[in-house]
């Protein structure tokens, strides 16, 4: 079944709009905007900020690195003009080198205290924007991750972080020494010699051009890069996790050529980044050194000529040295820096993705204590992904407290659209929903859910111990509540045995249980959960006969003074139900118990008839 998308698709390609598509930004939609090409870095610095202290120091430690850098050039202009003549002293060159060596010193020292607050800055940053991006798709509903891959959203959580990391830690920290150097280098420039300087600022504008040329065209491709790179992510994520079925109908080969395939895509395009990152950076260092080569040749003929000392040229040639590589630097600095407004833009698709079912501004409170009742009046539904049918039509259905109702039909009736409109991850588009005589649009969701307990038809569980599995249906449990609930599901003789007893890692995905097992866990966990409402979806269907029969036993305590919804394919499960609802295309057909039903001789009993006379075969 398709969920309803809060948003369109994570991609690049604009979606046809429909009705429950939130519009994107403009520069989320938008994977090139050619005007505001950095925009995106915003929601960075923005995060950035928060650290005033640290920003601060980096910013000290900047202009101390910076400063330094332009004093040694200046410094060996000192030395040339006075050490260097025929009546300067040995006391009086050791003191120009000693001088020198000091400068270095507090270059090196102020270099690490840089890399120490940048590098800070990065990882921190990094980590507070996967903070709010995760707060935030935990506050959307499953349709979400139906219409959008986990695995490719898993990808952007590492790869494009990644990315950010480095411009906080290393791109913005080089652009701001670079630029700091730059700036302070023309000044000393101009200050040393006016005249050769002036040749170089004609030629600032020639390096400019192409970084803005090439850089709007940068941007397109670095986001595109970084979507080829979360698909080899999930590409990967989705065989590995599936090596079983892949080994067992032999597609090794098929597979790998599948890997190929997305990895020649991810490489193609990045040589198409490198290559218009090689032509800007090519271009402007063309440019910048060769004005640089021209303006010394100037100062070369005005030293012959006497009119500027062999030491200024000289502390000239290492400032313009270190303005060219400056500017140079700051090609790929920029670079860079648009590499990372494609990542920030694609997180900021998540972050700014909005629930679509969402507590009111006023939510109506629950009635305590609670009674388990439930009420569909004329519900009619359509996922938003095929609005053209109606999951459910004009659906009622009344369950008094402590009652037990199985939903039975084939497939595609509607009997899990049931159990996610009862757990309000989605809104029907007609009628009403009530639980304990409140409507489900008017409460909290967190507040209704509280009041639910569910078995899943697999039974989910965490890389996490078995403790912490089995807790998740109340996480203060203590030891006691957890070894009662367990008993009552029969769980606890296997959960003994285990290496290290309830802190024994269960594996990825509970790997280290069987499925009986694990559908055990779940119902231990539905068990702590103690809620009013049970709902059970083909909580028995994936097992064996044996571990079938421990698991409804189990079943049968957890049902115990609740109201209890029941899917099942298999009709000799829900036999015990106080009511039998049969579902077909949406409607019910039927409705009763397992012995009135079966003599009706409708959909019921042509369903019951098929089942036994199979199970008898």
């Known amino acids: 079944m398709h969920g309803e998308p809060q948003t369109r698709e994570l991609s690049d390609t604009p979606d046809d709009t429909s009705e429950g598509a939130a519009a994107l930004p403009p520069e989320a939609a938008d994977p090139a905007p050619k005007s505001r090409s950095l925009a995106p870095l915003r929601m960075v610095f923005g995060t950035a900020v928060q650290y005033p202290r640290q920003i601060a120091f980096a910013l000290l430690a900047l202009l101390i690195t910076s400063a330094a850098t332009l004093a040694i050039p200046w410094r060996f202009k ?8 025929g009546s300067a002293t040995t006391a009086d060159i050791s003191h120009a080198f000693q001088y020198l060596l000091m400068i270095v010193v507090i270059l090196g020292i102020g270099t690490a205290l840089r890399f120490y607050f940048v590098s800070w800055l990065g990882e921190r940053v990094v980590a507070d924007i996967r903070l709010q991006v995760q707060q935030n798709l935990l506050r959307l509903s499953p349709g979400f991750y139906e219409e959008n891959s986990p695995k490719e959203i898993s990808s952007r959580m590492t790869s494009d972080t990644a990315v950010i990391e480095n411009v906080v830690g290393t791109t913005v920290s080089v652009a701001l020494r670079n630029s700091l150097t730059a700036i302070g280098g023309i000044g000393l420039l101009i200050y040393l010699a006016p005249s050769l300087t002036l040749g170089l600022l004609i030629g600032i504008p020639l390096v400019i051009a192409p970084i803005v040329y090439f850089g709007r065209k940068i941007r397109a491709v670095s986001r595109s890069s970084q979507d080829r790179i979360a698909d080899v992510g999930a590409y990967v994520t989705e065989v590995l996790s599936a090596m079983k079925i892949v080994q067992s109908f032999g597609q090794e080969a098929r597979e790998g050529a599948r890997f190929a395939s997305v990895v020649e895509e991810t490489f193609d395009t990045a040589r198409r980044r490198i290559v218009l990152r090689a032509a800007m950076t090519s271009v402007v260092i063309l440019l910048v050194f060769g004005g640089v080569v021209l303006v010394m040749w100037r100062g070369a003929i005005a030293v012959a000529e006497g009119t500027i000392s062999g030491g200024t040229i000289a502390g000239f040639v290492l400032t313009g040295g270190l303005v060219a590589g400056a500017l140079g630097s700051l090609t790929e600095v920029y670079g860079d820096l648009l590499r990372g407004a494609g990542a920030a833009s694609r997180l900021a698709e998540l972050l700014e993705t909005r629930p679509d079912i969402a507590p009111p501004a006023r939510p109506e409170r629950l009635p305590t204590p609670a009674r388990g009742s439930l009420s569909f009046r004329n519900v009619t539904f359509r996922y938003p992904a095929r609005p053209e049918t109606a999951a459910l039509k004009d659906f009622t259905l009344e369950i008094e407290p402590g009652e037990t109702v199985a939903i039975v039909g084939p497939s595609g009736a509607g009997k899990s659209t049931i159990f996610q409109l009862v757990e309000r991850f989605y809104d029907p588009q007609g009628g009403t929903i009530r639980l304990d005589g ?4 008017a409460a909290d969701p967190a507040e209704v859910r509280a009041r639910i307990a569910l078995v899943p038809q697999d039974g989910v569980l965490f890389s996490a111990n078995a ?11 203590t030891d006691d509540e957890i070894w009662q609930a367990a008993r009552a ?18 594996g990825e995905g509970g790997t280290q249980l069987s499925g ?6 779940a119902i231990a966990r539905a068990l702590l959960r103690d809620a009013p409402i049970l709902l059970l979806d083909e909580a028995t269907s994936a097992l064996d006969a044996e571990s079938e029969q421990l698991v409804q036993q189990a079943l049968d305590k957890l049902m115990q003074n609740r109201t209890t919804l029941v899917i ?3 009709l000799a499960t829900v036999r015990a139900a106080n009511r039998i609802v049969v ?7 039927e409705q009763g118990t397992h012995d009135a039903l079966s003599k009706a001789g409708g959909l019921y ?13």
């Open 78 to 85: 000192v030395i040339i003009d006075e050490a260097f003549t």
């Open 516 to 521: 009986g097992q694990q559908q055990r866990v």
């Open 489 to 506: 599901a029969n769980a606890e003789s296997f959960l003994r045995a285990l290496p290290n007893g309830l802190d024994t890692y269960l």
């Open 568 to 570: 099942a394919h298999r």
């Open 583 to 589: 579902l077909e295309e949406g409607r019910i057909v």
């Open 438 to 441: 409140v409507p489900l649009t």
């Open 467 to 477: 403790r912490d599995n089995l807790r998740y249906g109340q996480w203060d449990a």
């Open 605 to 617: 009993a042509r369903l019951a008839r098929l089942q036994f006379a199979n199970a008898e075969a």
